[in-house]
């Protein structure tokens, strides 16, 4: 299993007129997920894109289980499953105490400010490895 | 090609500091031409819901080769590839002027109000079948 | 009454679990009508902002007198109320039918890249002048 | 100054491509700001709903003072400037380290689910109360 994890609370914004919260609303809390994932590594995406290495998503893919709801307290796991040469490819589960909700997979790349693949930093590829 | 399209244009609410479309903007986007492709074949999903048929999305996934930005008129075009017992299958695109930007795979269920799974009601499966 | 306005269909993404239009929502959809209303005097926003004039947000407030749902069909009124040195101060309404849903007043400011105050450009001006 | 507050960071998600937080996105921080400050209270808004008494947002306004950016550490505070028979003042900063960034004023009515007003349950007054 993951060996990171944040804990979110669900609030109105999140939910559709559905009752649960909206399919999209996940890849919000999934960034969270791999933002604060790096940073307990010591890699600050928002700082390395200043630096000139960008992380776009280039693909998504998510089951939806079970749905969460209004107020419901969900805990948000990421590991990453590989990282290749400008790639790294993330594992993300969203659990409702032991119920699954979300199971993700996103693959970033790494880019420069033109947007074209570049290496990932040797001192982010090392740091995540520590994972 | 996909025989439905609807046209958008990219405003500044679907960006980000990145100075891109959010990677989770186009999931509204594409929901939006799910619903204009099922409403062109004279099923409204808004109204079905209240009949007691619901379609949350059960997977989704989704590759971005190319960013929309700011200011961006995009063409979001819908097709079946196919529909089960109670499963609906989605292919999009989206595109801007002749580059693809997007291709997107979405699985919806249906499910009764107890979010059980249902049979697709038969009026939805046969005017989606003249797709 | 407001000379220009954009029609707009509320989806999936725009609703929360009260079954209505979220109430941050619909500052996505005032943005779009004043985009809009700009673009029809000739003034095109996104590409200002490339040339040093960005106008962020200063004030806003806004009155609910009855709530949009999923697949309704609103009009969005834009209009100047004025304009400063370095600012406009938009109205606007959005209505269903007859029925006003929303009265909001925003308040752009022009500043520069550092995000400092400075004049409106004179052939922005001028154009928003025409209203 | 508010005697509550909560703690958030700004995401991606939150940014817009001018680099800054989206101004509708401080709408949904100030509803969880709201939100907990009511729980704090002993007053869990997601579950009064399904009791009857549903508070929708029908005036807000806000000042934006100074932007937040992409992986910045806001806090939200919360207090109560008034309640009526079916009305609820709130007034909200949000604050960065000492530089106040946001004022809003929130006012929520209090309805049945027919969403016609309603006095606030007296529990839910006598709690808020003690604020």
């Given at each position: 299993?993951?060996?990171h994890y944040i804990d979110k609370k669900m609030y109105y914004h999140d939910t559709d007129a559905g009752g649960v919260v909206?399919?999209?609303r996940y890849l919000e809390h999934l960034e969270e997920g791999r933002f604060e994932?790096?940073?307990s590594k010591g890699v600050n995406i928002a700082e390395s894109a200043k630096e000139g290495a960008i992380f776009p998503?280039?693909?998504?893919e998510i089951d939806y289980k079970s749905p969460?709801?209004?107020g419901d307290q969900v805990r948000i796991f990421t590991s990453i499953e590989k990282t290749g040469f400008s790639s790294i490819h993330f594992l993300q589960e969203i659990k409702k105490g032991d119920?699954?909700?979300i199971k993700a997979k996103t693959v970033l790349a790494?880019?420069?400010e033109a947007l074209k693949p570049r290496a990932i930093p040797d001192k982010i590829?090392?740091?995540l490895k520590k994972a």
């Amino acid at each position: 299993m993951a060996d990171h994890y944040i804990d979110k609370k669900m609030y109105y914004h999140d939910t559709d007129a559905g009752g649960v919260v909206y399919y999209a609303r996940y890849l919000e809390h999934l960034e969270e997920g791999r933002f604060e994932f790096c940073l307990s590594k010591g890699v600050n995406i928002a700082e390395s894109a200043k630096e000139g290495a960008i992380f776009p998503v280039v693909h998504f893919e998510i089951d939806y289980k079970s749905p969460a709801r209004y107020g419901d307290q969900v805990r948000i796991f990421t590991s990453i499953e590989k990282t290749g040469f400008s790639s790294i490819h993330f594992l993300q589960e969203i659990k409702k105490g032991d119920m699954a909700l979300i199971k993700a997979k996103t693959v970033l790349a790494c880019v420069n400010e033109a947007l074209k693949p570049r290496a990932i930093p040797d001192k982010i590829k090392q740091a995540l490895k520590k994972a």
